[in-house]
């Protein structure tokens, strides 16, 4: 699963770098009939700190551990947002954070024999998250915005191991409800309908999350826009929008 994510999330990458329109300038960042897409990577991993601590308790209770270290992916995230009015937006949100914990080499009895059994694996925990999300907007800004929001929807936990089935250490996966709160979120819009983000909140994709994000659609700030007169001339205006400023 998280090659899975790391896949989409380079391929969005990809997709809103090439989606530059430098020429065109939004009346703010966040209109009426605007959508945003954007993907980002977060931090703290949060499995790779649980999986560290585990790995640490292991070995001061005189265990044999190997000495590799904890492998973390994520946290990655993408969405799309919709602008239902002229400072606030709504829209979906995924993502994913996984870790795979160190070489774990141990004796336990054996519970259908009661002998000692050495076992050697490794210990993967991860998070989906699909999440409705909604931001409201502060500035009237055609580069800048400044945001909080929150979002919520359904998360899913899974525990699992690779290697020696140790019949101690069961799979688990369970699943409910999740949320999560940006505090504080910062936009700049360097190229256009091109731009990056960070946020600073809460939630199971970390406390820092940075990315870019991609506008399409909107009302424009101003511009020169041709049309056909009556004696079939074409004719150039400029047209802005003023309503967006209010």
């Known amino acids: 699963m998280k090659h899975v994510f790391k896949i989409i999330f380079l391929l969005a990458l990809t997709s809103l770098c090439s989606f530059v329109n430098k020429s065109r300038l939004y009346a703010q960042v966040v209109t009426q009939g605007s959508v945003h897409f954007f993907a980002g990577y977060g931090y703290p991993n949060y499995p790779a700190l649980v999986l560290g601590t585990v790995s640490t308790g292991i070995s001061l209770a005189g265990l044999n551990q190997n000495s590799d270290a904890v492998q973390g992916s994520g946290p990655y995230t993408f969405g799309l947002l919709f602008g239902v009015a002229k400072k606030l937006d709504v829209g979906i ?10 070489l774990l080499e141990w004796e336990m009895p054996d519970p259908s024999t009661g002998t000692l059994k050495k076992y050697s694996y490794r210990m993967g925990l991860s998070i989906i998250t699909a999440m409705a999300k909604i931001d409201y907007h502060y500035l009237k800004s055609n580069r800048a915005d400044v945001y909080t929001g929150v979002a919520a ?38 190229a256009g309908n091109l731009g990056a983000f960070t ?13 870019i994000s991609a506008k399409f659609g909107g009302k424009t700030a101003g511009g020169w826009q041709n049309y056909r007169g009556g004696n079939g001339a074409w004719l150039r205006t400029r047209h802005v929008y003023n309503d967006d400023f209010n």
């Open 153 to 190: 929807g359904y998360g899913s936990l899974k525990v699992n191991t690779t290697g020696d089935a140790d019949p101690n250490m069961p799979k688990i996966q369970v699943g409910g409800f999740i949320y999560s709160m940006t505090a504080l979120g910062l936009r700049y819009m360097f």
């Open 93 to 102: 949100q995924m993502g994913y954070v996984g870790a795979t914990s160190t």
């Open 199 to 211: 946020e600073l909140g809460y939630g199971a994709m970390g406390y820092v999350t940075a990315g």
